[in-house]
């Protein structure tokens, strides 16, 4: 951008500002994933007709425009890889209603999942998409990369929960799809093509999300395998007998002792596999569904099973899981995390391929996620200053795709493609699949303007993370 | 000075960034990323400045400097950190980097000098300090002073910290601080009592009762002569070496005295007694009688409560009562539950906790005279959370916070209602002592 491009931005912010010094521009360089790239300038502003209005300067003089949330993003969604204008829209934080009698919220883009939570329980509803990250991350950056969480397997993603926006095109305009009713067949579902479009369609300005009740009451328990294809055929199990849980999560040996050795819970550390499940409900009910849950993981070899007594107990277990994540970084610093998808069916096997990838490339690679829905997070534990290292650990991720979609699954389930995976998009969507993607962005977008470098790989784009 | 890539990894502990995985978990505990409101203010961010100086993509090491010096150093992001990043060690390394490579001018080089190595850690000069204003409000000159709305013209707005000042203690009275306390009834432990420099000048009412509580629960207490200055100031503001210094100074005072436990009453102060094993664990001499002086280093609410909690309070009127945390107690020396048990103890108080309790009140240190617009944006926070509690007793347990939560009480006009206390002041009212 030239001086006289940030002028006109500023003359056209009047409330907010422009950030562009070189410390506030290398603060908005970087995700939660690799490299960092340099905006021109940052924008913070809660006004949507200033956005619109930049949009449309950054498409007269083809600027790139990123927008993006608390940027901990796993996959490169917010990076400006081409420089640019970045919009830290996480300041669009203030509207945050929810309206009990059409058991909807309509929010900012800016407002933390987690107060979305929050705000729901009060009126006594549920916003079910729980990524890990929700105490952080804003709800824009989760209808964007379209979030999951443990709970999808029985309550479905982000996407399944917006059912109106408010939109900025990549032409400056303001548009408004879908509305506040569940049902809604009035042509194309453009909110539907727009969230997980990984912010290349447009800017979220708001956005309306379906509310469901709370149920009443939930139950923990926790399986003991000596095997891990017991544990995979224990999954299938517990689903083909017709319970639902709300979370249904696995952590393999190396989770375990990782977690164990980062602080002690009493797991068992000799164990291959650990099944975590929640159940939810009506009580009567799920007094029933934990005894047949507990009964169905025994049959296939389970050897302990434990069912904590109390919210504390409850807490405790669901404790070991969240602690997966700093537990293994405490082995190496860099942590590749990755959430290629399988079907429900296809686990075990998974789960062998996965063995092998590490054997083959002697990766530390360890295994856990939210097995009831097939999409595991094989992490490689490395140390990114180790260049043969890191060569070796950019061929297992290329593998554990190649595995993943091999076996019917995605490479993504939840964490989106962004520049980490663009590389692999055809190898899963076919030359015409990918293309037809292509063609919508270039009808939505025709100068490349909004969010580009991300999901469509550019001409020999490979794997990078050295 | 060498600018090599090298020596910039090494100055900066860039090793050290490599462990934050950027996940971003530290932005909401963060109190200048919320009242700032930018990346650049954030730990998160920070560290990532340090890590671009490490990977040689920022060549002017300056653009670090106000994203730096804008810090708190509460360290609540090393609380909320999933992955162990030591923030503090970061922050502390990289300031020190940035004042050897700084030219400050000379006026601000003086000042620097003369408090950091002439004041704080002399005892001489603390007194002078302290007798100083005491003479100032004893004498009438206060009155003048306030009347004549010259406080206004001072500069970093210390006219509105000179209203907060605590009633100062005379050099007579200051003459009478014992030095020695035997334990009230059955002895427990043996103690050393830390003074501080300027709990000392300020706040020698405080040290004086926290002497007397730790007798009454059962310690002989012994205020160990040639103590010094904690350090901590020197540390946060890259003067390693005189931190360093100080802290050899204390080891060998306290080494004499032999006791049980090292206790302090402030935790900003007490933080820095607990890290002097790893601000001197590169000195092979000092490594392990630094360590062995913070494993003896407590905060006084953990000896009190080791002591079985202190006895015979009288009971309250239904107070309701509200506790700052200090940051360094909560976020450095992990020390929480006690002073909270203490508290909560008292018979007969409502206590009723604040929303963001855990969120520091922009003290910090000097932060506040310094930075003060934006330890004021963070103070208006905290009061927010504060007046919502409806307490008309706000519980601190360090000097900083303390003054500052004065200051947050009188700027929202509420000093005919709402008081602030250490923690000690208000278990010494409680147990009648004086």
């Known amino acids: ?77 917010p990076l ?126 708001k956005a309306v999300l379906r509310l469901l009740p709370k149920p009443p009451a939930s139950e923990t328990v926790m399986a003991v395998f000596n095997n891990l294809v017991d544990a995979g055929s224990a999954i299938s199990k517990i689903l083909s007998a017709g319970i639902l849980p709300a979370k249904m999560e696995l952590m393999d040996q190396a989770s375990i002792a990782a977690v164990e050795n980062y602080e002690p819970l009493g797991l068992p550390v000799d164990a291959e596999a650990i099944i975590l499940l929640e159940l939810d409900g009506h009580p009567a009910a ?68 996965l ?96 969010n580009p470098g991300k999901i469509f790989p550019e001409p020999g784009q490979k794997l990078e993370l050295s | 000075m060498s600018q090599s890539l090298e020596q910039l990894q090494k100055e900066f502990l860039y090793e050290k960034t490599n462990s934050c995985v950027q996940c971003g978990y530290c932005l909401p505990v963060c109190p200048t990323y919320a009242t700032m409101g ?69 006026p601000v080089r003086l000042l620097r000098k003369t408090m950091f190595k002439k004041v704080f850690p002399s005892s001489r000069m603390m007194k002078l300090t302290g007798n100083a204003l005491w003479l100032y409000q004893k004498s009438g000159i206060q009155k003048v002073v306030q009347s004549s709305g010259i406080m206004k013209k001072l500069p970093y707005h210390l006219g509105d910290f000179e209203a907060i000042a605590p009633p100062a203690v005379s050099p007579a009275e200051r003459k009478q601080t014992p030095v020695r306390v035997g334990a009230k009834g059955e002895k427990k432990y043996t103690v050393a009592f830390f003074t501080g420099c300027i709990m000392d000048a300020m706040f020698q009412r405080i040290n004086r009762l926290s002497v007397l509580l730790l007798a009454e629960a059962g310690c002989d207490v012994i205020v160990v002569p040639n103590q010094t200055c904690c350090g901590a100031l020197h540390a946060h503001s890259g003067e390693m070496e005189e931190a360093r210094h100080l802290a050899k100074q204390n080891i060998i005072a306290f080494e004499k005295a032999n006791a049980d436990f090292i206790v302090n009453n402030a935790g900003g102060c007490g933080a820095m007694l607990y890290e002097y ?60 539950r006690e002073p909270l048990e203490l508290l909560t103890n008292v018979p007969g108080i409502k206590f009723v906790e604040m929303e963001e309790a855990n969120m520091c009140c922009g003290s910090a240190g000097i932060y506040n005279i310094v930075h003060y617009d934006e330890s004021m944006d963070i103070l208006d926070e905290k009061m927010k959370h504060t007046k919502a509690t409806g307490a008309s007793t706000v519980i601190t347990t360090n000097p900083g916070c303390l003054l500052q939560m004065k200051l947050g009480i009188q700027r929202e006009n509420l000093s005919g209602s709402v008081r602030a206390m250490h923690l000690i002041e208000y278990l010494a009212e409680a147990a009648g002592i004086s």
């Open chain 1, 355 to 450: 063995q092998q990838i590490r054997d083959k490339y002697n990766v530390h690679l360890v295994v856990f996620g939210h097995a009831g829905d097939g999409n595991l997070h094989p992490n490689i534990i490395c140390d990114k200053s180790d260049k043969e290292e890191m060569n070796r650990v950019e061929q297992a991720v290329a593998e554990i795709f190649t595995a993943a979609v091999e076996l019917g699954g995605t490479l993504s389930g939840e964490h989106g493609i962004g520049t980490m995976k663009a590389p692999f998009m055809e190898m899963e969507l076919g030359t015409v699949g990918l293309d037809m993607m292509k063609r919508i962005k270039e009808a939505w977008d025709p100068n490349n303007i909004m």
């Open chain 2, 38 to 106: 930018k990346e650049t203010h954030s730990p998160r961010g920070r560290i990532n400045l340090v890590k671009m100086v490490g990977e040689g993509k920022i060549k002017d090491v300056s653009v670090l400097e106000e994203p730096l010096d804008l810090c708190l150093g509460c360290r609540a992001c090393e609380t909320a950190c999933p992955t162990g990043v030591e923030y503090g060690s970061i922050l502390e390394a990289a300031r020190a980097a940035l004042v050897r490579r700084k030219k400050f001018s000379a």
């Open chain 1, 80 to 205: 400006p890889v081409k420089g640019g204008m970045v919009f830290d829209l996480s300041v669009m934080n203030d509207l945050l209603e929810i309206s009990e009698e059409d058991l909807v919220a309509v929010v900012s883009p800016g407002v933390l999942t987690a107060d979305i939570h929050k705000a729901a329980e009060k009126k006594g509803l549920l916003y079910p998409p729980d990524p890990s990250s929700s105490h952080v991350s804003t709800i824009g950056g989760n209808m964007a990369e379209n979030s999951g969480g443990p709970r999808g397997l029985k309550y479905g993603v982000t996407k399944d929960y917006v059912i109106g926006l408010e939109l900025i095109t990549p032409e400056g305009e303001i548009i408004k799809t879908g509305g506040r009713t569940v049902k809604n067949v009035t042509g194309y579902d453009l909110t539907k093509l727009i969230v997980g479009s990984e912010g290349t369609l447009g800017i979220i300005t």
């Open chain 2, 277 to 336: 094993g790893h601000l001197l664990a590169d000195d092979k001499e000092w490594a392990d009688r630094a360590a062995a002086f913070s494993t003896k280093s407590r905060d006084i609410s953990q000896v009190l409560i080791a002591c079985g909690g202190m006895p015979d309070l009288q009971p309250r009127s239904g107070e309701r009562v509200t506790y700052q945390r200090s940051c360094h107690m909560t976020n450095v020396q992990k020390v929480v």
């Open chain 1, 1 to 77: 951008m030239t001086s006289a491009h940030i002028e006109e931005v500023m003359s056209i912010v009047k409330t907010g500002r422009v950030l562009t010094d070189e410390s506030d521009r290398f603060s908005y360089s970087f995700d939660g994933s690799f490299g960092t790239y340099l905006p021109d300038a940052v924008i913070q502003t809660k006004n949507v007709e200033e956005l619109a209005a930049l949009v449309k300067f950054a498409n007269r003089e083809r600027i790139p425009v990123y927008p993006r949330g608390q940027s901990t993003c796993l996959s490169g969604g």
């Open chain 1, 286 to 353: 799920l007094k029933d569904e934990v005894k047949q849950a507990a009964e169905l993981c025994k049959s296939v070899g389970a050897r302990d099973i434990r069912i904590p007594q109390n919210a504390v107990e409850r807490a405790e277990v669901w404790r070991a899981r969240k602690l997966v994540s700093p537990a293994i970084v405490r082995i190496k610093p860099t942590k590749i995390s990755e959430d290629a998808t399988v079907p429900r069916s296809k686990i075990p096997q998974m789960c062998e391929r």
